[in-house]
């Protein structure tokens, strides 16, 4: 009895697989001469995700493509290969990926098939160099500024404004995100030289050794090893590996500067004034910003390249969305897309990305124009 | 009338439905591999056999296969390895510091090849000297190599490494990937179904206690089944090397889970024994590999992909449990 129930479930759950695997294999077909484009994202799911591929199914019509998708390993670059393989085996024109990883191997792909690569949201840092003058990869649109300066010294001046003494520093390794670094010494820096004038008792404390996270979350440990402090710089996603650390020791009463956003109630009621007020910035890149790598290849693609095209490929900075107070925060959830995940609130509309092409008169300073042109300010304004 | 129902019964088994029952996860998991050929060849637009797939198939097959066949000692035996993912990503980082440092692809493949041989015998042999389960000395393993592999790369100041002084690339080619495929696949047919090896581990698979009460030295067939993995892990490692020249804090992280997969689509029992043969490792890797290929080329979402590996898995088990006891792998 058993032994048949077993092979009933089997059965059913297999004619199910193979339906399923059909109808969506359906969903793909169809197509026509539209130019198929690859996305390798390093999530499968989450806001970032949701609002990518929303804003991409939202162009898609306009621009002529189709979208696939696979996810990335973030440490295997032989699984990363497989993906992007199969991705030109399926009919991909176009690859954008959002991860450094075999990018060598997989341009070598590229180049077999006649196929182009590019970047999002991706400094590609370890493979740029080598890669630059591959005349398949058309560069890559950085997740906010290559360099991480200019955010520390922010970041300083608003904790000097904001009145906090005992600030730690909280970061990932810097094998894996060298330009953090550059943002903690900015910021140091700053605290430094602000520091000098000022009285005893109004001196800034920063934490002498930053704290490196190996992609693990906070230890407890961490507030033994630092008992004063009032805030923490986290140039991390605080969100994920320093949040639920505060909270779990009733320490969310210091208070919390990092890169990163949730969508999540229970990060966005605690920020600025609310709730707890643990949280006092957060930052995230715009979706949007794959129109560069997108624009990019299609020009390629399409053979049709802007007159101002840089001899190699670029290393874009793309405008990052900085909430700093509550009524910024207000205007996140009721205008990105990123926390909406709804097209019409993108950036930008189909025909709009649709102009960014060289052969509809873009140029190239003109997409960069763009890319760089989605800050909180151009969110208020719209 | 006793006689007449055996009789009866002994004529129904050796009919055809005696053979179809007989064979019948053989039969499943040759329709399982024809299945996806059909309906991949059909969703794929044809895409599945241009010519750039066949080859990007065949680099694909080539690693998962000689791990498959090389697993296939162990999991006859009713046992599995956890510890070859992370022992696959250690030995692809060991090869490139040798190969930057001295140029030598002989030296680099010697030292993973003695230190996998190693690993086999301490699986195979520390397991049945504590008196643990196997699966518990590969985790131990697992945890040790999945260490040294973080400590290596994070010395080196970046996330990867990669090859510089060496042409790895070379290794990447598709006749020499089927000619080792097919080297390592003969030997192991011949050792599993002609030499003590395989018979003695399908013995020990199917019931380790009478196995050493016919005399089989079940700890020395044991280490030496490792062995034979870890000689089939080295020779992966060259391979998964020579896909993208270069290996990080996740190379290999997969494989243990994907060997697991490969070998139960392939029709063998977890729990190992008689029924455990050659061609289990063969269509079940040639199957996972389509599958995952197959299902990327007809364009099915990446959450669906998960969804569908996962209920394959899971008939594939319930097809495959055998009823007395249903033990998983020891």
Redesign the interface.
Known sequence: M??TL??I??LV??A???L???A??G???GSGAKIKIGIGLYQ??GPAVTATREFLKGISEELNCEF????L???????N???A???????CKGLILTMD??T??ILEECE??GVYLGGYLADYE?SFDKVKDNPNFVGTVVDGRYSGTAWGEEIAERIINDGYKNIGMIKF????FPHQNEMDAAFRAKIEEYNKTAADDEKITVQAETTELMFQPLSADYFSANPNIDAIFGMCAGVDFIYPTLTQNNKTNIKLYTAGFSVDDSVLNNFGTSGNGCFQELVFSNVEAIVYPLVMLLNKIEGKEFEDTPSEAQRVDSSQIRITNNEELDIVKEKSMYYTGKFENSFLTASEVSDLLAKNGGTHEGLVKVVQSMSMEDLKAR | MQEAILKNKSNSQSGFWGIIKTHIFDIFSVMGLVLCVIIFTVTSAGNLWNAYNISILIETVCGYMILSLGALFVYSMGFMDVSVGVQLGVYSILMIFILNSTGSMLLAFVTVLVLALLCGAFNGAVAVWLGLPSIVTSLFLMFVFGGIQYILIERTGSNMISVENYDISRFADSKIMITVMLVVGIVVFYAFNFTKLGKYTKSIGANEKTAAQCGVNTTLWKVIAYMMFGVCVAIASVFLLARTGSAGKGTGSTYAMDIMLCIILGGMPLSGGMSSKVRCAVIGTLTYVLLSNGLTLSGVDIQTIHIIKAVIFLCIVLLTCRNKGKILPR
């Open positions: 058993k032994k077993r092979k479930i089997s759950l297999t199910g697989m193979a399923s695997c059909a969506f294999a969903c793909g077909g499968d799911q696939t998708y696979v996810t390993s973030q440490t295997d670059e032989a699984a290969k497989t993906a393989q199969q991705l030109i085996s399926s009919g990883s075999a060598e191997a077999k098939a370890t390794p810097s094998f894996a």
